[in-house]
């Protein structure tokens, strides 16, 4: 049996291959063929002649598999390997590149380079996947939109504790409001929010993360999906009662103005606060606000629109009430509230049989009906203490050793006996019999 040749193509060959059959077979002429294959009519005559010539192998480039004459020598690239190996053998090519030029006199490209180490498995193809993300334009006014986090780091450095900062930043003029705290929570961010409203004004939203202090954690009951409502934090029930809108962020990268802003802090307002030997939250916060002025002079944008989308504190609104914890829990008989372990006694006449308390920033609880109307209270300190019933002492049938035997305890309540071990699992036994005959 003849062997038969094996020739390799590629796709783009084997195009060509089949018109240039047709052309040779005066099914098309040489102008159509080279429209086809986009190559001059030239290059269609010599390509057919030698398929003449060769047979179907002509149709392939002579210089194929033939070494460039740009190629350098085998020792020379082992010789850069070695170095690598040596030196650099954790660098990427980029880096180690650079390196061999600037230190080992070794001038070669980081591609070149790359494709040396994979063939010597040196190195590894990585391969980046990124997800796809639209570029999205500022807001045009000032005040239309916050964006808010917490970073958590060692802002003092060695001296002081670790604290979180907390900030906002407009995202329309990057003009920036923060303070450090102790945590991450719900009276901090409220503290904060506080506080920029009393500076600026309410503005038009929110755009956060899905930190359990801004979005709640909770499932839904089933009165909240038979009306449609979805679980609130504290902070964003508070937050939707001022009338903003909450937006949450599905990934960092969302609300890149603020982990920008915080990457940008951790190395200038570090070395900042190590010049001026801060070492507190208290002294912290005492230079922020002769900072953030600076810089939001110097890294601020001018907003599209000169308008201002803050809305200003209506008079008489009070700001606690709607920023604070709130909890509903149900009056007692005797009139009294119990709240985080504390008693409240309530002296305003009430026919609620539910009252909601209000946690202040400050500390203060305030106890609201549902109309609105604030109920005076006063927190019993000291409770009376029942007078102790006295103790039966019964003879046990069987003493125990150990004196905190629960055995003991219930005795000593006043009840009977428990029935002895061996009687219990007779009894059990004689159950178990019991219901097997009427299985059977």
């Known amino acids: 049996m003849a062997e038969k040749d094996i020739i390799i193509m590629r796709q783009k060959d084997l195009k060509q291959l089949h018109v240039i059959h047709k052309v040779l077979e005066k099914r098309i002429k040489q102008y159509e063929a080279s429209k086809i294959v986009g190559l001059s009519t030239r290059q269609i005559r ?3 002649r030698r398929v003449l010539e060769e047979g179907d192998k002509g149709i392939i480039h002579r210089s194929r598999g033939k070494p460039s004459h740009n190629a350098k020598p085998e020792e020379f690239k082992e010789k850069v390997r070695e170095i690598y190996r040596k030196k650099y053998w954790d660098f990427g090519p980029t880096l180690a590149s650079e390196k061999l030029e600037e230190t080992d006199k070794v001038k070669i490209s980081d591609e070149t380079l790359r494709q040396w180490l994979i063939d010597s498995g040196d190195w590894q193809k990585r391969k980046k996947v990124k997800k796809h993300r639209r570029w999205r334009e500022r807001k045009k006014y000032f005040g239309e ?10 802002w003092f450095e060695d001296r002081g504790s670790k604290c979180v900062l907390m900030g906002f930043i407009d995202d329309a003029t990057s003009r920036v409001y923060a303070k450090f705290y102790e945590y991450e929570g719900t009276i901090p961010v409220m503290d904060l929010m506080k506080k920029y409203i ?9 755009y956060m993360d899905n930190h359990s202090t801004y979005k709640s954690q909770k499932k839904a009951t089933i009165e909240d999906e038979l009306a449609g ?10 937050i939707k009662n001022l009338g903003m809108g909450f937006i949450h962020a599905r990934s960092p990268q969302a609300k890149g103005r603020i982990e920008r802003l915080f990457k940008t802090f951790q190395d200038r307002v570090i070395k900042e606060m190590r010049l001026a030997d801060i070492s507190s939250i208290r002294e912290g916060n005492q230079f922020l606000v002769g900072y953030l002025p600076k810089y939001n002079k110097k890294f601020g944008v001018i907003a599209k629109k000169a308008t201002d989308m803050h809305r200003k504190l209506s008079d008489g609104m009070d700001l606690d009430a709607y920023l604070c914890i709130k909890t509903l829990r149900t009056i007692r008989n005797d009139y009294t509230v119990n709240h985080n372990r504390k008693l409240y006694q309530i002296t305003s006449r009430t026919k609620d049989k539910k009252v909601t308390i209000e946690e202040r920033i400050s500390g203060k609880i305030v106890l609201r009906e549902d109309s609105g109307r604030v109920l005076d209270s006063v927190e019993i300190k000291s409770r009376p203490r ?12 069987y003493p125990s050793k150990d004196e905190t035997h629960p055995w003991k305890k219930w005795i000593e309540r006043g009840y009977p006996q428990n029935p002895s071990y061996e009687q219990r699992k007779k009894k059990e036994a004689k159950k178990k019999e019991k219901r097997l005959l009427l299985v059977h």
């Open 386 to 397: 029942k007078q102790s019933e006295k103790k039966v002492q019964i003879k046990r049938k």
């Open 46 to 48: 010599r390509k057919s």
């Open 229 to 238: 409502r979805k679980p609130l934090s504290q902070f964003e029930r508070g």
């Open 198 to 206: 009393r500076k600026y004004g309410i503005p038009g939203s929110l």
């Open 145 to 154: 939109m916050l964006q808010g986090d917490g970073s958590h780091h060692k």
